[in-house]
């Protein structure tokens, strides 16, 4: 199986959105065996898991439809005929897409809120994760990195080794995986761009890979998102907690 495969993009699709809804579900089970109130960072992951789920499923329609994971048909009046339906299947994936990792976005930084913002308290790092929900013109590159790497500074400061420092910094950089996905799609499109005009690429295949590289995205971050959250199953501690303790 590969990047442009038929079976690869349904067993990615398939496995990441199985693996997404088990880790939502611990989410709501671990706040509940916690006792904790669910915010919004908890309740964001209903819809999230919804566009996850509208994401897989028009790729895998796309797959039924034989628009992806095949190489474009030799035959011009079958490409022409199944050309308005791969528009508008390509137009719904980036929709499903553009909205699945906005909720992503939205939980990561509301879990963040929860942490480091004590309640009734404004606070420098309470400003930023205003600024970065307002500030929605940054391209999806550039937010991805700064949501990711905005709970550090204020992880530094915790006064305890090093080693345990980096060791909180991981779990939250765990989100990472997504973001590397996110560089090699880039980096798709980047190798398109500086082909030659003589060179002749199949669309069909080239969109394939950019899907499949977007399902990686959309289910490693919808994943990630939630592992903070689990941390209390095998520590018995919250996150909360073993920051406001050091």
């Given at each position: 199986?590969?990047?442009?495969?038929?079976?690869?993009?349904?067993?990615?699709?398939?496995?990441?959105?199985?693996?997404?809804?088990?880790?939502?579900?611990?989410?709501?089970?671990?706040?509940?065996?916690?006792?904790?109130?669910?915010?919004?960072?908890?309740?964001?992951?209903?819809p999230c898991l919804l566009l996850l789920g509208g994401?897989?499923?028009?790729?895998?329609?796309?797959?039924?439809?034989?628009?992806?994971?095949?190489?474009?048909?030799?035959?011009?009046?079958?490409?022409?005929?199944?050309?308005?339906?791969?528009?508008?299947?390509?137009?719904?994936?980036?929709?499903?897409?553009?909205?699945?990792l906005g909720c992503v976005k939205i939980s990561a930084l509301f879990f963040y809120y929860r942490i480091f913002c004590e309640h009734g308290r404004r606070n420098v790092f309470g400003f930023l994760v205003i600024i970065s929900i307002v500030v929605m013109s940054i391209s999806d590159f550039l937010l991805d990195f700064w949501i990711i790497s905005l709970p550090i500074p204020q992880i530094l400061k915790i006064k305890t080794s090093l080693s345990r420092r980096l060791a909180i910094i991981g779990v939250f950089l765990l989100a990472f995986v997504g973001f590397g996905a996110c560089i090699a799609r880039l980096a798709v499109f980047v190798e398109l761009d500086r082909l030659p005009a003589t060179v002749k690429v199949d669309s069909r295949l080239t969109n394939t890979k950019s899907i499949f590289?977007?399902?990686?995205?959309?289910?490693?971050?919808?994943?990630?998102?939630?592992?903070?959250?689990?941390?209390?199953?095998?520590?018995?501690?919250?996150?909360?907690?073993?920051?406001?303790?050091?």
């Open positions: 199986m590969s990047t442009t495969s038929h079976q690869g993009l349904l067993a990615l699709g398939s496995s990441l959105l199985a693996l997404s809804v088990v880790s939502v579900i611990l989410r709501f089970y671990s706040r509940r065996i916690q006792k904790e109130p669910l915010k919004i960072d908890d309740w964001i992951m209903i994401s897989c499923g028009t790729a895998f329609y796309g797959v039924n439809r034989k628009i992806l994971g095949y190489p474009t048909p030799s035959d011009n009046e079958l490409v022409i005929a199944t050309a308005a339906t791969a528009s508008k299947l390509y137009f719904t994936f980036d929709l499903f897409s553009v909205l699945t590289l977007s399902l990686l995205e959309l289910g490693l971050s919808c994943i990630a998102v939630n592992i903070p959250s689990l941390y209390y199953l095998s520590n018995k501690v919250t996150p909360e907690n073993v920051l406001r303790s050091l």
